[in-house]
């Protein structure tokens, strides 16, 4: 950790979060150059998910190389194009809010900007009892889930996202969107989460990942295929990878985009990637307030645990002082966090301890403001999502 940023929080009373400005936008500005390392100049769209602070998300966006936003909610789309953060807001995951898709259909400027996700007839039924409600005067923008994971036999391997996999189903589902005058079909997105999202802890996480990129990759153009020989000529975008698989999925034909984000934040899980490692930009910084013993201390607060499948790389993770871990029945607690260490002999009551958490963007849900630093001096303070008083579910 950098002394410089330690040292321009140092008269602060914790708890509150920190960006390291530089550090983020460097690393936003490396996410570009591994996507353009296959000799291709696939542009980023940015995954808010991961960084729910919507100035970080503007400085971003004005750098060259990003188009657009993949956002985790249609509420938050449509927020997005208010605040004009965005014109070009695509949401990665299914609306079944009748009244949020009301919404959405029922101004020019959200028809203009957003782009919903289906993968299902349900789906469109769905929307088709919206509009039959709303009768919006424009068509309504839809992209394609695809299932991008491993099928092995009887073995799945990646996210349980959406039922079309194969190319004909790709294709059937097309079909039926272009039955409906009123749906306009405008990309396909497949996001390889056994490849961008799994960390490097084996090999047999390395065969795995080899034999997946190579199983998608042609899967994926011929699903293309069949979507345009289905008569789907509207085609505007094919978005796919992660921050894990930029590499990999930039040098597919067939890709237009990439959905990134998380290694703008460095999180923790990218410490056990074996192919890349952005610089940490984010953490939170809670105050010791009790010594249960000589080697340890305990912190207020803690949580912040990652989601996905429990285990211990979803855990905050000590960065400063060096040699604190957490108790192993104990973990990061709710509302404290004791610690164990030679370095906990020295800290006194309101030290600051720097934790990094495993995934970008959860912890913002803890904190209002984060504390921007940048050239060793906080330059200013950023809202996030809940300081904005902004919660998606």
Same mark, same amino acid.
């Given at each position: 950790?950098?002394?410089?940023?330690?040292?321009?929080?140092?008269?602060?009373?914790?708890?509150?979060?920190?960006?390291?400005?530089?550090?983020?936008?460097?690393?936003?500005?490396?996410?570009?150059?591994?996507?353009?390392?296959?000799?291709?100049?696939?542009?980023?769209?940015?995954?808010?998910?991961?960084?729910?602070?919507?100035?970080?998300?503007?400085?971003?966006?004005?750098?060259?190389?990003?188009?657009?936003?993949?956002?985790?909610?249609?509420?938050?789309?449509?927020?997005?194009?208010?605040?004009?953060?965005?014109?070009?807001?695509?949401?990665?995951?299914?609306?079944?809010?009748?009244?949020?898709?009301?919404?959405?259909?029922?101004?020019?400027?959200?028809?203009?900007?957003?782009?919903?996700?289906?993968?299902?007839?349900?789906?469109?039924?769905?929307?088709?009892?919206?509009?039959?409600?709303?009768?919006?005067?424009?068509?309504?923008?839809?992209?394609?889930?695809?299932?991008?994971?491993?099928?092995?036999?009887?073995?799945?391997?990646?996210?349980?996202?959406?039922?079309?996999?194969?190319?004909?189903?790709?294709?059937?589902?097309?079909?039926?969107?272009?039955?409906?005058?009123?749906?306009?079909?405008?990309?396909?997105?497949?996001?390889?989460?056994?490849?961008?999202?799994?960390?490097?802890?084996?090999?047999?996480?390395?065969?795995?990942?080899?034999?997946?990129?190579?199983?998608?990759?042609?899967?994926?153009?011929?699903? @293309?295929?069949? %979507? &345009?020989?289905? *008569?789907?000529?509207?085609?505007?975008?094919?978005? !796919? /990878?992660?921050? $894990? +698989?930029?590499?990999?999925?930039?040098?597919?034909?067939?890709?237009?985009?990439?959905?990134?984000?998380?290694?703008?934040?460095?999180?923790?899980?990218?410490?056990?990637?074996?192919?890349?490692?952005?610089?940490?930009?984010?953490?939170?910084? @809670?105050?010791? %307030? &009790?010594?249960? *013993?000589?080697?340890?201390?305990?912190?207020?607060? !803690? /949580?912040?645990? $990652? +989601?996905?499948?429990?285990?211990?790389?979803?855990?905050?993770?000590?960065?400063?002082?060096?040699?604190?871990?957490?108790?192993?029945?104990?973990?990061?607690?709710?509302?404290?966090?004791?610690?164990?260490?030679?370095?906990?002999?020295?800290?006194?009551?309101?030290?600051?301890?720097?934790?990094?958490?495993?995934?970008?963007?959860?912890?913002?849900?803890?904190?209002?403001?984060?504390?921007?630093?940048?050239?060793?001096?906080?330059?200013?303070?950023?809202?996030?999502?809940?300081?904005?008083?902004?919660?998606?579910?």
């Amino acid at each position: 950790m950098k002394d410089d940023l330690r040292r321009a929080v140092a008269d602060l009373e914790a708890p509150f979060a920190v960006l390291d400005l530089d550090a983020a936008l460097d690393n936003a500005a490396d996410l570009v150059r591994r996507a353009s390392a296959a000799g291709r100049d696939v542009p980023v769209r940015l995954a808010s998910k991961s960084l729910r602070i919507r100035p970080l998300m503007e400085r971003v966006l004005a750098l060259p190389g990003y188009r657009g936003v993949l956002s985790f909610h249609l509420s938050e789309a449509l927020w997005l194009v208010d605040e004009l953060t965005s014109d070009n807001v695509l949401v990665a995951y299914p609306c079944a809010h009748r009244d949020v898709l009301a919404r959405w259909m029922g101004e020019q400027r959200y028809l203009d900007a957003v782009t919903v996700m289906v993968d299902s007839a349900e789906h469109l039924e769905l929307l088709d009892t919206v509009y039959d409600q709303v009768r919006p005067s424009a068509r309504l923008r839809v992209c394609l889930d695809i299932d991008a994971g491993l099928r092995l036999g009887p073995l799945r391997i990646g996210a349980k996202r959406s039922p079309v996999h194969a190319p004909r189903q790709a294709a059937h589902m097309a079909q039926q969107i272009l039955a409906r005058p009123h749906l306009k079909l405008v990309g396909l997105m497949a996001y390889e989460g056994q490849i961008a999202g799994t960390t490097d802890t084996s090999r047999a996480v390395a065969l795995m990942k080899k034999l997946s990129v190579r199983e998608l990759a042609p899967r994926r153009a011929k699903i @293309l295929r069949a %979507v &345009r020989d289905a *008569g789907a000529t509207e085609i505007e975008f094919i978005n !796919g /990878g992660g921050t $894990g +698989s930029i590499e990999t999925t930039s040098a597919e034909d067939s890709v237009t985009e990439i959905g990134a984000g998380s290694g703008i934040i460095g999180s923790a899980l990218f410490d056990h990637y074996a192919s890349f490692r952005p610089q940490p930009a984010e953490w939170f910084v @809670l105050p010791v %307030v &009790r010594r249960p *013993g000589r080697r340890t201390v305990t912190v207020a607060g !803690g /949580g912040r645990v $990652g +989601s996905g499948p429990p285990g211990t790389d979803r855990l905050p993770v000590v960065d400063w002082p060096e040699g604190l871990s957490m108790a192993r029945l104990e973990g990061p607690g709710e509302v404290q966090t004791p610690l164990m260490g030679a370095a906990a002999a020295s800290l006194r009551l309101g030290d600051h301890v720097w934790f990094r958490a495993a995934k970008a963007g959860e912890p913002t849900e803890f904190a209002d403001e984060v504390i921007v630093v940048s050239g060793g001096r906080i330059i200013d303070r950023w809202p996030t999502y809940r300081g904005e008083s902004r919660s998606f579910v």
